[in-house]
């Protein structure tokens, strides 16, 4: 019998937006969050951790869906892969 495990990870970061932009940046910022959980879930339950072609065969159509650009999804899968590879 396996227990969920609940890993915490801290990214420090510095950004700069248009005055009265700042809530477009937090929403963003909850968004890549919730997809960093969305593909750590996703390879979680997997018997290794999936490369980066195979992660991007399983999950890209889906984050560009939600609006995210191509850099953005390599850092989502780049930042997943390191919280599953820390955390087993």
């Known amino acids: 019998m396996s227990l969920p495990v609940r890993a915490t990870v801290t990214a420090k970061i510095e950004a700069v937006t248009p005055k009265g932009d700042e809530g477009l940046l937090v929403e963003f910022l909850k968004t890549y969050r919730e997809s960093v959980q969305l593909v750590v879930d996703e390879i979680w339950g997997l018997s290794e951790v999936p490369s980066w072609t195979e992660l991007h065969t399983m999950l890209y159509s889906r984050l560009?869906?939600?609006?995210?650009?191509?850099?953005h999804v390599s850092e989502i899968y780049k930042r997943a892969k390191e919280v599953v590879e820390s955390t087993r």
């Open 64 to 71: 560009i869906r939600m609006g995210f650009r191509a850099h």
